[in-house]
């Protein structure tokens, strides 16, 4: 199984590309708003290391995390699946940052904040809510960005998903449960309803 993984929800991204069980070639960058500039030139890395082996799999981390950074990945991922005949497949980016128990928390703006709940479910909770959990606590935000809240239980800051977690969260899965992940539609986990405005004029009016 050959697979090339993305991982751009976070401003550090990643990318990987496995071999069967080896990875191969790994490369990180920070990005912040500019993932495209960094992305192309590691797709291009990776892809002479695939050389002319098949591509089973591109895996894109699908989030909770920058919608702009997934759309990105997930428009590269389509041009790359297309041409190579692998299956697109969007995988949840928190996943292999949860354990047993646990929740993982990141700040979801407008006074909100993105929970992972051990039994998986992501939403989006006020801080009193946040404050009334009773599980551990990790979160991707950096060292003492939830210092305000007071959460007695939070135990692990600054986490931060990568392209190789991506592969073993895949790995780690059943036979099952990637063909159900490969069957459903690439996009990004969206935490609120997402936000379509309409043109302000048709195109063929501008």
């Known amino acids: 199984m050959n697979i090339l993984a993305i991982e751009t929800s976070v401003p550090h991204a990643s990318l990987c590309l496995a071999l069967g069980a080896e990875i191969v070639f790994a490369t990180e960058w920070e990005a912040e708003r500019n993932h495209d500039a960094h992305l192309f030139p590691a797709l291009e890395a990776a892809l002479d290391k695939l050389a002319e082996q098949q591509l089973d799999y591109v895996l894109v981390g699908a989030g909770p995390g920058s919608y702009g950074g997934v759309r990105v990945a997930l428009a590269a991922g389509v041009g790359i699946a297309t041409v190579s005949g692998a299956a697109l497949v969007a995988v949840e980016s928190w996943a292999q940052l949860a354990e047993d128990g646990a929740c993982v928390v990141a700040d979801a703006r407008r006074g909100g904040w993105t929970v992972r709940k051990p039994d998986g479910s992501i939403e989006v909770l006020a801080p009193e809510e946040l404050q009334a959990l009773a599980y551990p ?30 592969v073993a969260t895949w790995l780690s899965m059943s036979c099952e449960e990637q063909a159900s992940a490969a069957a459903k539609p690439a996009e990004p986990i969206y935490v609120r309803p997402p936000h379509i405005t309409a043109a302000a004029r048709k195109p063929w009016e501008i």
């Not at 979160?139 to 600054?158: D, F, M």
């Open 137 to 166: 606590i990790y979160s991707t935000e950096a060292c003492g960005k939830l210092a305000h809240l007071n959460l007695e239980n939070l135990q692990k800051e600054a986490l931060c998903p990568t392209a190789q977690g991506l």
